[in-house]
């Protein structure tokens, strides 16, 4: 009989019904920031498009800090909010190379706390972005909390309303061993994407319904 808590029981129904991809390893570190910015909200392949397009385009940091921001939009078109995600990539170029002299190894090859914070100096970084790109670029073990993730553990009641980004993390963490953490991470976010979505969620067909605190007693439903 299965002991464990109500996340490892859930992790363990939701690993059977997802494949998973881990996306990066094919990509310098900064492409693979780029394309973590580019992920957020965005259909996989629509990502994949688009980050292929710029490592195509932009040949390092130094070179996408020079670039106009116009140049950077058109390059990063099919994955969508294309001008806000424009600006922000340049700002972070520029960022890197005025903080760091564009080195982003030098940053990775620190340990995790430190790397996280320097990153999070940048503007345009903020500690989910930089727990992602640890974990993309260095095989950092940690669980970052995307807004799928938040969301389906408020449903679950496993998050409470004073949960910032890291008590949820460090909670889940706890719970999650170091090695299953990646894994963990990207199949959440794909039950996310499919079945607990933030608008009209398919409760009907949820493999783990019967965990589901909001659905059981009726509550409402925590869009975000
Ligand atoms: S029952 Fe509905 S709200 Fe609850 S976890 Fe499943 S999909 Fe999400």
């Known amino acids: 009989m299965n ?49 292929e397009r710029f490592a195509e385009r932009f040949n390092g940091v130094g070179d996408v800090a020079k670039a106009s921001v116009k140049e950077i939009e058109e390059v990063i078109r099919p994955a969508g909010l294309y001008k806000v995600r424009a600006r922000r990539i340049k700002n972070i170029a520029r960022d890197l190379i005025e903080k760091y002299d564009g080195k982003l190894d030098e940053i990775l090859n620190l340990p995790y706390d430190e790397a996280k914070k320097k990153l999070i100096t940048i503007k345009g970084i903020g500690p989910k972005t930089a727990d992602v790109f640890l974990m993309a670029t260095k095989g950092e073990q940690v669980l970052p909390v995307d807004v799928h993730i938040f969301r389906i553990m408020k449903r679950l009641r496993i998050a409470c309303e004073r949960d910032d980004y890291e008590s949820l993390r460090a909670k889940l963490e706890s719970e999650i061993p170091p090695v299953q953490r990646t894994k963990t991470h990207l199949i959440l976010i794909e039950f996310g994407r499919r079945i607990c979505r933030a608008r009209n969620p398919k409760c009907e067909e949820c493999p783990i319904k019967r965990y589901c605190e909001v659905r059981k007693n009726d509550l409402a439903m925590p869009n975000i």
């Open 3 to 51: 002991m464990g808590t109500k996340l490892q029981k859930i992790v363990e129904i939701l690993s059977k019904k997802y494949e998973i991809n881990e996306w990066w390893g094919r990509y310098t570190p900064f492409e693979t920031l780029v394309s973590i910015i580019l992920s957020q909200r965005t259909y996989w392949k629509n990502v994949k498009t688009a980050t």
